[in-house]
T-cell receptor
Framework: DTGVSQDPRHKITKRGQNVTFRCDPISEHNRLYWYRQTLGQGPEFLTYFQNEAQLEKSRLLSDRFSAERPKGSFSTLEIQRTEQGDSAMYLC?????????FGSGTRLTVV | GQNIDQPTEMTATEGAIVQINCTYQTSGFNGLFWYQQHAGEAPTFLSYNVLDGLEEKGRFSSFLSRSKGYSYLLLKELQMKDSASYLCATSSGGYQKVTFGTGTKLQVIP
């Protein structure tokens, strides 16, 4: 078990482009979460999956954001028509019960 | 709703003890987490308190008072490597959604 893996670690994209991030949770964890963190702030909740079902989406997740978790394993987070305000660290976490285990995050820079 | 307050920054001396306080107002409260986050890295789990009282784990201890909506993280024998942000977070609801505070940036000085 190598923990929670996120790919890529860094992504630089031009404004208006689409980007997709991937998260591979710990294999026996049925819960998967996406968070966004900007400098000097704590992580902000974006969305939550239990197995393949997306059970909650934050109001922060605009129409340009979509997340999937096919087959209840890995998850993807897609941002369409990126804006400079989307620049942040995108963190994935998984859990079975109790505490989260975070991935190393994907740092997105929109230029 | 969820509201978590913790100091923005603290400075402490190597070898000393520091206490980082956190107050919260959380609907459907389950328990309280403390995470450590070094700059540019993901948060790492330190502790999870569900019941009132003090839990000790090596140099780190965490306290919870559910009736007061209050927690603290106590770091003893501070080391330079303890310089990091410390995130207070509450777990709430049926699926234990975790909401984070803004974090306390601790600087340990020689």
């Amino acid at each position: 078990d190598t923990g929670v893996s996120q790919d890529p670690r860094h992504k630089i994209t031009k404004r208006g482009q689409n980007v997709t991030f991937r998260c591979d949770p710990i294999s026996e964890h049925n819960r998967l979460y996406w968070y966004r963190q900007t400098l000097g702030q704590g992580p902000e909740f974006l969305t939550y999956f239990q197995n393949e079902a997306q059970l909650e989406k934050s109001r922060l997740l605009s129409d340009r954001f979509s997340a999937e978790r096919p087959k209840g394993s890995f998850s993807t987070l897609e941002i369409q028509r990126t804006e400079q305000g989307d620049s942040a660290m995108y963190l994935c976490a998984s859990s079975r019960s109790g505490g989260y285990t975070f991935g190393s995050g994907t740092r997105l820079t929109v230029v | 709703g969820q509201n978590i307050d913790q100091p923005t920054e603290m400075t402490a001396t190597e070898g000393a003890i520091v206490q980082i306080n956190c107050t919260y107002q959380t609907s459907g409260f389950n328990g309280l987490f403390w995470y450590q986050q070094h700059a540019g890295e993901a948060p790492t789990f330190l502790s999870y308190n569900v019941l009132d009282g003090l839990e000790e784990k090596g140099r780190f201890s965490s306290f919870l008072s559910r009736s007061k909506g209050y927690s603290y993280l106590l770091l003893k024998e501070l080391q330079m490597k303890d310089s990091a942000s410390y995130l207070c977070a509450t777990s709430s609801g049926g699926y234990q959604k975790v909401t984070f505070g803004t974090g306390t940036k601790l600087q340990v000085i020689p």
